[in-house]
């Protein structure tokens, strides 16, 4: 598969001033300021194919940010090669441009007191985009995006999903290659991140767009990414498809039993298995995967217990993060 | 090189393009809000004609200043006001442009296909400075004889003047690379550009003319077009087209050196 961006031993240092508390040493720092070498990307390599879309995650501070401001060349690295659709970022700036789209949740590119249409004409002119070809290409997003009722009202009345949507269609009027999202649907409630998922993978879908994003959205992970590069203190910790991340990290299931017996005064007494939750007719279970497999556990059941219906559930998402975020966090501590 | 001419005019065309659109919707938004839209401009317009009257009291009080009378007083504030008009109206992100260096803000425009310091540049305009620019061109139109040489040099002069005093803003703007954040600084370096180039040049002699020629360069932002606007001398003429072209070359290089140290908005603070 032809690869769209090529990361190779990547590194970024940056200097920061070392401040310790208190008024005494915030005289010493004004006068005499302390610095201190910070690599925030530390040595990371990998690939994006075309149309691949990949969720590149990670902690607080992991690095995710820096990463994605070389790979649009807003920033340079300190060391390593970078390689976007054949273009050194920060040395072909303006040609990458027009071929990358950027979603920044917390960077609005709309005009706030016009109406979106006119942040779209605007892009249209800053991409020197053809005025027929512009045209059909806005009729097609609008419509793909269902925001023709709202499209020439000001962007400060709209929604908060209205106006992502209208960011979205803004990052994608000059049909980019790669799209480049940095918590798109941060803020944003149920039906306004599922309709920006879904828009999100017909585009890729219909135009192969290739989408990189950065989320704390398990729900980003689950319902856009093919793939998930983990990073963790600048470094890669994980790359893989959503799967394989789910096998690793994942380390327990839980399993839902009806019961078709009153069976409360039954002990279950298995290591690696929690009991959640208990009563006449019902019971749930947390199984440790690492310690037990969930086979062992249903032959343990089917002996004790009349099962009148058995569910299993993978560890949630979100909880799989939480769990390595934390991780991250006890390591610093 | 007819090749490199052609793709030159070209690159100029649509930069002048996107300049006069951005301009447009800058305006349009600015619109969105009709009172303060015509109080910012009408309280600017008001603003230099008390101090303009100011002066003509002044200056009925206690008649010229080395051969400096009202007439000339009104020419510099046509250059004055009308550059400082044309700069805010147009690039109205000038005054800020320390402000988002040091706050990372070029990121924004690091991801668009023009050239990033224009773009952040017009990508917003200060609504009193177009009553600064209708103040300047209504002071022209009321107290200079339009003749054919007055209404071609003060396009010209305008376009000079602006470029001084934009090169300037960029100068000043680009301190916060080196420095980081500098309100302080940033203002005062300003004011002073104002101030200079808004008061009777026939009182600056020896070391302040030098200061304001070269250091603060409000002299060849006013002072000089003032004087051509009355009277055509070459060797003015001159000076003022050389010392702009140069004057934003030096700004321009200095902004690009900046440049190299612009550390995005990843401000990192380590208190341990």
């Given at each position: 598969?032809?690869k769209?961006?090529?990361?190779?031993?990547l590194?970024?240092?940056?200097?920061?001033?070392i401040?310790?508390?208190?008024?005494?040493?915030?005289?010493?720092?004004?006068?005499?300021?302390?610095?201190?070498?910070?690599k925030a990307?530390d040595?990371i390599?990998?690939s994006?194919?075309?149309?691949?879309?990949?969720?590149?995650?990670?902690?607080?501070?992991?690095?995710?940010?820096t990463?994605?401001?070389?790979?649009?060349?807003?920033?340079?690295?300190?060391?390593?090669e970078?390689?976007?659709?054949?273009?050194v970022?920060?040395?072909d700036?303006?040609?990458?441009a027009?071929?990358i789209?950027?979603v920044?949740?917390?960077?609005?590119?709309?005009?706030y007191?016009?109406?979106?249409?006119?942040?779209?004409?605007?892009?249209?002119?800053?991409?020197?985009l053809?005025?027929?070809?512009?045209?059909?290409?806005?009729?097609?997003?609008i419509?793909?995006?269902?925001?023709?009722?709202?499209?020439?009202q000001?962007?400060?009345?709209l929604?908060?999903g209205?106006?992502m949507?209208?960011?979205?269609i803004?990052?994608?009027?000059?049909q980019p290659?790669?799209?480049?999202?940095?918590?798109?649907?941060?803020g944003?409630?149920?039906?306004?991140?599922?309709?920006?998922?879904?828009?999100?993978?017909?585009?890729?879908?219909?135009?192969?767009t290739?989408?990189?994003?950065t989320?704390?959205?398990?729900?980003d992970?689950?319902k856009?990414a093919?793939?998930?590069?983990?990073?963790d203190?600048?470094?890669?910790?994980?790359?893989?498809?959503?799967?394989?991340?789910?096998?690793?990290?994942?380390?327990?299931k839980?399993?839902?039993?009806?019961?078709?017996d009153?069976?409360?005064?039954?002990?279950?007494?298995?290591?690696g298995?929690?009991?959640?939750?208990?009563?006449k007719?019902s019971?749930?279970?947390?199984?440790?995967?690492?310690?037990?497999?969930v086979k062992?556990?249903i032959?343990?059941?089917?002996?004790i217990?009349?099962?009148?219906?058995?569910?299993?559930?993978?560890?949630p998402?979100?909880e799989?993060?939480?769990?390595?975020y934390?991780?991250?966090?006890?390591?610093?501590? | 090189?007819?090749?490199?001419?052609?793709k030159l005019i070209s690159?100029?065309?649509k930069?002048?393009?996107?300049?006069?659109?951005?301009?447009?919707?800058?305006?349009?938004s600015a619109?969105e809000?009709?009172?303060?839209f015509?109080?910012?401009?009408?309280?600017?317009?008001?603003?230099?004609?008390?101090?303009?009257?100011?002066?003509?009291?002044?200056?009925?009080h206690?008649?010229?200043?080395?051969?400096?009378?009202?007439?000339?007083?009104?020419?510099?504030w046509?250059?004055?006001?009308?550059?400082?008009g044309?700069?805010?109206?147009?690039f109205?992100?000038?005054?800020?442009?320390g402000?988002?260096?040091?706050?990372?803000g070029l990121d924004f425009?690091?991801?668009?296909?023009?050239?990033?310091?224009?773009?952040?540049?017009?990508?917003?305009?200060?609504?009193?400075?177009?009553g600064d620019?209708?103040f300047a061109?209504?002071?022209?139109?009321?107290?200079f004889?339009?003749?054919?040489?007055?209404?071609?040099?003060?396009i010209v002069?305008?376009?000079?003047?602006?470029?001084i005093?934009?090169?300037?803003?960029?100068?000043?703007?680009?301190?916060?690379?080196?420095?980081?954040?500098?309100e302080?600084?940033h203002?005062?370096?300003?004011?002073?550009?104002?101030?200079?180039?808004?008061?009777p040049s026939?009182?600056v002699q020896?070391?302040?003319?030098?200061?304001?020629?070269?250091?603060?360069?409000?002299?060849?932002?006013?002072?000089?077009?003032?004087?051509?606007?009355?009277?055509?001398?070459?060797d003015?003429?001159?000076?003022?087209?050389?010392f702009?072209?140069?004057?934003?070359?030096?700004?321009?290089f200095?902004?690009?050196?900046?440049?190299?140290?612009?550390?995005?908005?990843n401000?990192?603070?380590?208190?341990?």
């Amino acid at each position: 598969m032809e690869k769209i961006i090529e990361v190779k031993n990547l590194n970024k240092e940056f200097t920061s001033k070392i401040k310790l508390s208190g008024f005494r040493n915030s005289l010493k720092a004004l006068f005499k300021p302390e610095y201190q070498q910070m690599k925030a990307v530390d040595n990371i390599s990998f690939s994006v194919a075309k149309g691949e879309k990949v969720a590149f995650i990670g902690p607080n501070g992991a690095g995710k940010s820096t990463t994605i401001k070389m790979l649009t060349g807003i920033l340079y690295p300190s060391s390593g090669e970078i390689r976007v659709d054949n273009l050194v970022p920060w040395q072909d700036r303006k040609k990458l441009a027009f071929k990358i789209g950027t979603v920044f949740g917390q960077k609005p590119q709309l005009w706030y007191h016009l109406p979106a249409m006119d942040t779209f004409y605007l892009f249209g002119k800053i991409y020197e985009l053809d005025q027929a070809k512009f045209q059909k290409r806005l009729n097609f997003l609008i419509d793909k995006f269902q925001v023709r009722e709202f499209v020439n009202q000001p962007v400060r009345k709209l929604s908060l999903g209205q106006r992502m949507r209208c960011e979205m269609i803004a990052s994608l009027i000059h049909q980019p290659k790669i799209l480049f999202l940095d918590e798109p649907t941060i803020g944003l409630d149920v039906v306004a991140k599922q309709q920006l998922r879904e828009v999100l993978n017909l585009m890729n879908k219909e135009e192969e767009t290739t989408i990189f994003i950065t989320s704390h959205d398990a729900g980003d992970l689950e319902k856009i990414a093919d793939r998930v590069i983990v990073i963790d203190r600048g470094r890669v910790i994980f790359d893989g498809t959503v799967k394989n991340f789910k096998d690793k990290y994942a380390w327990y299931k839980l399993i839902d039993l009806e019961l078709a017996d009153n069976h409360a005064s039954e002990k279950l007494n298995l290591r690696g298995v929690k009991i959640l939750a208990q009563d006449k007719l019902s019971l749930k279970l947390e199984v440790d995967i690492k310690k037990i497999s969930v086979k062992e556990v249903i032959d343990k059941l089917l002996n004790i217990y009349q099962i009148a219906d058995i569910t299993i559930a993978e560890m949630p998402m979100e909880e799989i993060i939480a769990n390595i975020y934390e991780q991250n966090l006890q390591k610093i501590k | 090189m007819l090749k490199e001419s052609k793709k030159l005019i070209s690159t100029v065309a649509k930069n002048f393009d996107f300049v006069l659109f951005y301009t447009k919707y800058n305006l349009a938004s600015a619109m969105e809000f009709r009172f303060n839209f015509f109080s910012q401009v009408f309280f600017m317009i008001i603003n230099d004609t008390m101090f303009l009257l100011l002066w003509y009291f002044f200056f009925e009080h206690f008649g010229k200043l080395n051969g400096f009378g009202f007439q000339e007083m009104i020419a510099i504030w046509i250059f004055a006001a009308g550059s400082f008009g044309w700069v805010n109206a147009i690039f109205g992100n000038a005054n800020n442009l320390g402000k988002i260096i040091s706050n990372g803000g070029l990121d924004f425009y690091f991801t668009f296909p023009k050239n990033h310091l224009l773009h952040a540049l017009v990508s917003k305009t200060d609504l009193s400075a177009w009553g600064d620019l209708i103040f300047a061109l209504l002071a022209f139109v009321l107290f200079f004889p339009l003749t054919l040489y007055s209404c071609v040099w003060l396009i010209v002069g305008w376009f000079f003047s602006s470029l001084i005093l934009l090169s300037f803003y960029i100068l000043v703007g680009s301190l916060s690379f080196w420095l980081g954040r500098n309100e302080v600084l940033h203002n005062n370096l300003m004011h002073a550009f104002i101030a200079f180039s808004s008061n009777p040049s026939s009182v600056v002699q020896g070391f302040l003319k030098f200061f304001i020629f070269f250091v603060i360069p409000a002299g060849f932002a006013t002072f000089l077009p003032a004087e051509l606007l009355q009277t055509f001398a070459l060797d003015k003429f001159i000076y003022v087209v050389i010392f702009s072209i140069i004057f934003f070359i030096i700004t321009i290089f200095i902004y690009n050196r900046g440049l190299k140290k612009y550390s995005s908005g990843n401000l990192i603070n380590i208190r341990s």
